[in-house]
């Protein structure tokens, strides 16, 4: 059974950090392309960052580009998105998702080409 579970969500100050953790049970995550989605209260889900299965360079959307980083350790099956310098915008629930295999080259943005998701980590930043 293929399941993502999300953690290290919290309350943090700006210019604060956090790094989440997606880990995977039921399936091998280096095998597939990995997103993390972010969706504020009010907003659509949106896609901010994204790991393809066979190595090349992360990928992420404007707003969190120099602050996020995204990584994976296949020893433990997990993705984290470390998150720098957060701002109040930041503020949101943030869930992982894969790609259907083999699809594990191409990163995306769009929820749409996600399949199996997890329940999602809330990350509030305020002072």
């Known amino acids: 059974q293929v399941q993502l579970v999300e953690s290290g969500g919290g309350l943090v100050q700006p210019g604060g950090s956090l790094r989440l953790s997606c880990a995977a049970s039921g399936f091998t995550l280096r095998n597939y392309a990995i997103g993390w989605f972010r969706q504020a209260s009010g907003k659509e889900r949106e896609g901010i960052s994204c790991i393809r299965s066979s190595g090349g360079s992360p990928s992420y959307v404007d707003s969190v580009k120099g602050r996020f980083t995204i990584s994976r350790d296949e020893d433990k099956n997990t993705v984290y998105l470390q998150m720098d310098s957060l701002k109040p915008e930041d503020t949101a629930v943030y869930s992982c998702?894969?790609?259907?295999?083999?699809?594990?080259?191409?990163?995306?943005?769009?929820?749409?080409?996600?399949?199996?998701w997890g329940q999602g980590t809330q990350v509030t930043v305020s002072s």
């Open positions: 998702a894969t790609r259907p295999y083999g699809f594990g080259y191409w990163c995306t943005f769009r929820p749409q080409d996600f399949t199996s």
